[in-house]
């Protein structure tokens, strides 16, 4: 059809005499001057109809419409305050994550609930809170995937022999001491689920995580990235996750099976997974993610649906969604995503990640696990053992292997970093029943106070180093 | 600091023994070949200290990870089947969002509840549906945004004064239509909460709908986007929207207060807080935007925290969050928005939308409402109605403008498209108590027959003006 020209139309362009603005805000204004008072006339109206001639029922108060409020108000809440606190950690000289943690704290019982319980009843009802969980979901599986994607992305050149046995070392430390620890608290603080092993696997699992996306973070703001020790602490990392991932698989498809033909049939299911999508699945996936490589909505569209699948799969086999995810970041191609990648990630961090923040700080009440001297002596000793694991293996094993002191000793120091994945493990520990909610608190604390320490440790090496040299100069 | 070289760790590259692929892939493969076989043995020696070790109770086998396995496979398969069925509606000469209801209505209980009842109950459990609910309302409010920002970038350029008169016709014509439907159907097939005056008002304001976003889709695929009759039927669905939705926010805020001082309170909250936002947020908002304008991710939280903001606004005053995202994306600047308008309305489309269609196909069964005669009949009487209203309405009011016959059949078969928004509405009622569960599935039944037609309407129309000026070319 060819459109005839609707001259007529413009010789007359105000035929019924309304205002009309001829600026493209017209609509808004137009809407308020010529429409609204006579729909206040018709409202009016339809009052009096309606008060005349209801013989129903009214509806109750308290409908769908109601929690539509707190659901909108506590998602705008949440993103908001995760980005200030953000702001505020870097204005400090902190990784965001630490204040992005702190912002779910905040928001959660152990601030706003017991500064202002009503406003924290408002905002996070019981009706609420499984549409957050969800956002949180999705906010992990997705980050898993790309720490998944980091790991795979990590080059070995030439480092790979020296950071697999460095990265061990990272998990030793730390497990032994984990594992030492299990034993002293193991009948007050373990969660109901725990039996002794399994309780010992998990904390020193828990005490040997590091925190890939914020290990890659600090290194990019402090100019590391490309450098060698960057490079090796970024592969220490990934094998260490690699290890502690395939752990915590192992010991969630055990934790609470009732008998151990369950566990083994769970346990064989997980590594028939893990052979399928190495083998089958990654480099079918290699193909048909380069195949659409021109049509970027199809290619994110499988990219997502294979995510949330791989998700379902390990979450139906009967260990959590997160390793189905991290899996598949694991088998997806490396090189072509990586902006696709970059993409998820924003707006995961962005409009997700908070949630689980958020959900991290409601579960965690400071004030009804009792804010006692056996917490905070728990905590401290929890902190020091899992500082020193963290910090001595990885930095002995690391000059055994040939690098310097003040190097090795910043190994240690960025492997120490366990911020945003250390949470993802707890909340995993207290939904098996791991943890008793006591511990929750203590393991949330230590994973604050090991992330908020790596910058000013960092700085502190460095001013140690830069003294040294200039004393010392005799020594190069 | 300056990190000192590591030579030293690449002259020992393998000294643990362990073969490290060196190609990037190498954590995956490492995974397998060297930590599983290991950690399988660790599982078993686990298993063992389980069963020996456990004193206490076993979890229950339905815990929060069963869920997430059906939160993520129906997540999955929910945006998959809409994109398919989008897919499949463009092969046969529709607008996707033909399709995409479709496919909405496919996984609800008429089509996939009936034949696979086990499928159907296992993939949306009530333990999920709360979730799927809380993206629907976020795709919801991000429409209804981009709905007002597109009515809003509608320009006026001189066919203001045809527009509005034959935008009014367009609603006055289905509104009559609706009124005269509702006094035969009030009796068996309105809502619990509706009074005669509100029902009629409803149905009225539900029939005069038009849906821009379908509208633009089918202007933009004919290549009638910039002509003039694609621009004045823009136009006219911009300010009939805006009409209808002031009508139907005030009928929402009638509807159900128990006295009529409460509806007059709802309705001043309302139309102060269309003035608050139009005279006040507006300019603030167009200042604030365009200084953010080198700080997208800064920007895009405001903008996204705003929009929440008045949706829980009008939510909270009473009327359904949707009006408050519309008035939001009237208010808000729309030159320099339109990248990130677009970006927004194709996630959410991609990714939150199809979770409101789902929806939509939850709550439409057409089994429960008895798919027999009389249904059939409303259908077609309310079909009828609707699109004669609609198509007659603007065609006569156009003609009277002095468009030509054809660009004026044109139009009303335009403005007929009901598509996506209509849906929003008629969700609305069911939640308000105006519908019926059975009026609820005729009216989808019309929502889909109007926007299908539309197409197939103007194609008949292009050959019957071809015809006509083949054969009567002596006429020009």
């Not at 696709?340 to 923040?357: C, H, M, Y």
């Not at 120490?416 to 949470?423: D, F, K, P, V």
Request: proline content about 6%.
């Amino acid at each position: 059809m060819t459109p005839t020209p609707t001259g007529t139309v413009e010789l007359d362009p105000r035929p019924s005499g309304t205002p009309v603005s001829r600026r493209g805000a017209g609509a808004a204004v137009y809407a308020l001057t010529a429409i609204l008072p006579a729909l206040a006339a018709v409202g009016l109206l339809v009052m009096l109809g309606t008060s005349a001639g209801t013989a129903r029922p009214v509806p109750s108060a308290s409908g769908p419409v109601e929690h539509s409020v707190q659901l909108f108000a506590a998602i705008a809440v949440v993103i908001l305050a995760a980005r200030l606190f953000g702001r505020l950690a870097r204005g400090v000289g902190q990784p965001p994550v630490v204040g992005e943690i702190f912002a779910g704290l905040c928001l959660g019982p152990s601030v706003l609930g017991a500064l202002l319980p009503g406003v924290s009843a408002w905002l996070f009802p019981a009706e609420v809170r499984p549409v957050l969980q969800g956002l949180a979901d999705l906010g992990l599986i997705a980050l898993m995937f790309v720490v998944g994607q980091e790991t795979r992305q990590t080059s070995f050149r030439g480092q790979g022999g020296a950071a697999v046995t460095i990265a061990h070392a990272g998990i030793a430390g730390p497990f032994l001491g984990g594992a030492l620890l299990a034993s002293l608290l193991y009948r007050d603080w373990a969660g109901p689920q725990a039996s002794p092993v399994v309780f010992a696997m998990f904390l020193g699992s828990a005490l040997s995580i590091t925190a890939f996306p914020v290990l890659a973070r600090i290194l990019v703001e402090r100019d590391m990235f490309r450098t060698p020790l960057g490079r090796l602490s970024m592969l220490c990392a990934a094998i260490a996750d690699v290890v502690a991932w395939c752990l915590i698989a192992v010991m969630t498809a055990v934790a609470g099976r009732d008998t151990p033909v369950r566990a083994a049939l769970t346990v064989t299911l997980v590594l028939a997974y893990g052979v399928v999508m190495t083998w089958l699945v990654r480099p079918w996936l290699a193909r048909i993610l380069t195949a659409l490589e021109d049509r970027p909505e199809i290619r994110l569209l499988v990219l997502l649906a294979g995510l949330l699948a791989s998700s379902a799969v390990t979450s139906a086999i009967g260990i959590h969604a997160i390793f189905g995810a991290f899996l598949y970041g694991l088998c997806c191609p490396s090189g072509s995503l990586s902006r696709l990648t970059e993409r998820i990630n924003s707006v995961s961090g962005l409009l997700l990640l908070p949630f689980f923040f958020v959900g991290t700080g409601l579960r965690t009440d400071v004030w009804r696990s009792g804010l006692d001297a056996s917490l905070l002596g728990v905590t401290v000793l929890v902190v020091a053992v899992s500082m020193l694991g963290k910090l001595a293996g990885p930095m002995l094993m690391a000059r055994s292997t040939g690098l310097s002191w003040p190097d090795s000793a910043s190994l240690g120091v960025l492997l120490n970093a366990r911020g945003l994945t250390e949470l993802v493990v707890l909340n995993l520990g207290l939904a098996l029943g791991m943890l008793s909610e006591r511990l929750f608190v203590v393991l949330v604390a230590m994973a604050l106070v090991t992330t908020a320490a790596t910058a000013p440790l960092l700085s502190l090496l460095d001013r140690l180093t830069a003294r040294r040299r200039d004393g010392g100069a005799r020594r190069l």
